[in-house]
C-alpha cells in the first residue's frame, strides 16, 4: 500500500519512475519503429571533458566507472524486457557514450557524429541538432533505433535536463523540440 501510494505521489510530481504505468504506449511506439530511445551516457564521474582531451584517446576523456557500466548493463536488461533485443546502435565517438552503448549487450554501435557532445562549443548547437534530426529521419520508418549522447545534446533537442543513464521516447519523425513519449529513469 505505502509502495503504491509512494508511486503515485512520484507520478503526480513528474518524477519518472523504473516504467511509469503511462509508458506502455511509448514503449510501443518504440518497438515498432515510431519512436526512438535517446539515451544520456551511464555515470561518468565529472563534468565536461579534460583539458588534453582526445576524441580517439579514452584516456584523455572522462569514462565510465563501475556504478556507470553497470548501469548500461541495466539498460540492456531493461530493454531485453521491453522485447528490444536488436536494435540499431547509434552513438556519439566520444568513449562514455560509446561504451554505454557497448555495455547494452544489444549489438554493434555505429558512430553518429550528429550525437556527439557540444559542450566545449555550444555555437553549434542548433546546427548539429539539425543534423541529427535529418540523419534519424532519414532512416527508414519502423527500425528499432536506440541513440546514446549526452545532455547538452538531448536538452537542445527536448528541452529536458536528463539525468546519467536517463533515457528519452521520442516520436518519429523527430523535430525540435523533440516529442516526448516517455522518460525513463536509469534502471
Given at each position: 500500500m505505502l509502495r503504491a501510494v509512494a508511486l503515485l505521489l512520484l507520478a503526480c510530481m513528474g518524477v519518472p519512475g523504473p516504467v511509469q504505468a503511462g509508458t506502455?504506449?511509448?514503449?510501443?511506439?518504440?518497438?515498432?519503429?515510431?519512436?526512438?530511445?535517446?539515451?544520456?551516457?551511464?555515470?561518468?564521474?565529472?563534468?565536461?571533458?579534460?583539458?588534453?582531451?582526445?576524441l580517439g584517446d579514452c584516456s584523455t576523456q572522462r569514462n565510465l566507472d563501475r556504478r556507470g557500466r553497470e548501469q548500461a548493463r541495466r539498460w540492456g536488461h531493461l530493454l531485453r524486457s521491453q522485447g528490444i533485443a536488436r536494435p540499431r546502435l547509434l552513438s556519439s565517438r566520444w568513449c562514455r557514450a560509446r561504451d554505454t552503448?557497448?555495455?547494452?549487450?544489444?549489438?554493434?554501435?555505429?558512430?553518429?557524429?550528429?550525437?556527439?557532445?557540444?559542450?566545449?562549443?555550444?555555437?553549434?548547437?542548433?546546427a548539429q541538432t539539425a543534423q541529427l534530426v535529418e540523419a534519424v529521419n532519414a532512416l527508414?520508418?519502423?527500425?528499432?533505433?536506440?541513440?546514446?549522447?549526452?545532455?547538452?545534446?538531448?536538452?537542445?533537442?527536448?528541452?529536458?535536463?536528463p539525468a546519467s543513464g536517463e533515457g528519452l521516447i521520442l516520436a518519429r519523425p523527430l523535430r525540435v523540440p523533440a516529442r516526448v513519449l516517455a522518460r525513463i529513469a536509469p534502471p
Open positions: 506502455a504506449a511509448a514503449w510501443d511506439a518504440l518497438r515498432e519503429g515510431r519512436a526512438v530511445l535517446l539515451l544520456r551516457h551511464a555515470t561518468a564521474p565529472g563534468m565536461g571533458d579534460p583539458a588534453n582531451f582526445a552503448a557497448q555495455e547494452l549487450g544489444l549489438g554493434a554501435v555505429e558512430p553518429l557524429p550528429a550525437l556527439d557532445s557540444f559542450f566545449a562549443d555550444r555555437t553549434r548547437a542548433a527508414m520508418s519502423g527500425t528499432v533505433m536506440v541513440l546514446v549522447s549526452h545532455q547538452v545534446n538531448i536538452t537542445a533537442l527536448t528541452g529536458v535536463y
